[in-house]
């Protein structure tokens, strides 16, 4: 059996087949951890959703900021444009279940026996593992409660741009979820900072430290695999790999295979196919 954490999808579904023929993926034996964002910009949504949930309990996906924003979209009831990739998803005849599916997946994802933590965008400099799991529970049970509409209809916002114990209601939901989902840079005096989106040295200048750099609460035993940072090369970072090759923009797919006694990358060149839409 082999682990592999797959790099942002982004409704790349034909890229994603030939990277599994590449890893000589075996459905019947071998996991996948993807790392968010599976639908948006490319055009495959709709088949990498429905892909991902065929696979049962041999997948994990952890929600990104584009799989909210689909959330959000549908449990609003808000209309989009035909020509948008999404809105094959909010038409699809089997729309409701996939996002009903989709509600549930985790914000993190952890595995204690490979010392492997999976997460879309980043983990806040004050938090460990225990807060970490902590904070995805509570908000994984509103995403999973009765009062979910409320909080897509809440969620958008850079605002509070720091983390503070004593944060309540959506403010607090709205800063873990900026944290798991869109987390990227730190200002010199701990602020989030959401618009800069190049490689830390392009904003080295302007005083802003990568979160992976900035974390000093997780123990160093442990691993951790995150997207959202298409601009950031693919690569590891002491014990942080970053997996989003940015496939949708004409970059790599990346698989990254974890169980092995030595860390294995794998990459699909997606130059040629510049596929967003």
């Known amino acids: 059996m082999a682990v592999y954490v797959i790099g942002d999808v982004q409704g790349c579904y ?13 459905q019947t034996r071998d996991i996948l951890w993807f790392s968010g964002d599976l639908v948006n910009r490319g055009p495959e949504s709709l088949q990498s959703l429905r892909f991902v949930r065929s696979l049962g309990d041999r997948a994990v996906t952890v929600l990104g900021n584009h799989d909210l924003h689909l959330l959000a979209l549908f449990y609003t009831e808000q209309g989009i444009a035909k020509s948008d990739p999404l809105y094959q998803i909010l038409s699809s005849p089997d729309g409701n279940e996939l996002m009903d599916w ?3 997946q ?25 807060l970490t799991q902590d904070h995805a529970r509570e908000l994984e049970q509103v995403l999973r409660g009765e009062n979910y509409q409320s909080f897509f209809a809440q969620m958008y916002g850079d605002q509070p741009d720091r983390w503070s114990d004593n944060l309540t209601g959506i403010l607090r939901l709205r800063c873990i979820t900026n944290v798991f989902t869109r987390l990227r840079f730190y200002t010199e ?10 490689s830390p040295p392009q904003h080295s200048q302007q005083g802003l430290i990568p979160w992976f750099e900035k974390n000093l609460c997780l123990e160093r035993s442990l691993r951790v695999a995150f997207g959202h940072w ?13 997996v989003d090759g940015g496939c949708v923009w004409g970059g790599k797919l990346t698989a990254l295979r974890i169980d092995a006694p030595d860390i294995q990358w794998f990459n699909l060149d997606c130059a040629a196919e510049s596929v967003i839409i």
């Open 14 to 26: 034909s890229q994603l087949c030939r990277l599994l023929e590449k890893i000589q993926y075996d």
């Open 102 to 104: 989709f509600r549930f």
């Open 106 to 130: 985790p914000l993190i994802h952890y595995d204690e026996k490979l010392k492997f933590l999976l997460v879309h965008a980043g983990i806040h400099v004050d938090w460990d593992l225990a």
């Open 189 to 198: 005096d701990g602020r989030f900072e959401f618009d800069s989106r190049g």
């Open 230 to 242: 298409a601009t950031l090369a693919a690569g590891q970072y002491g014990q942080y790999f970053a």
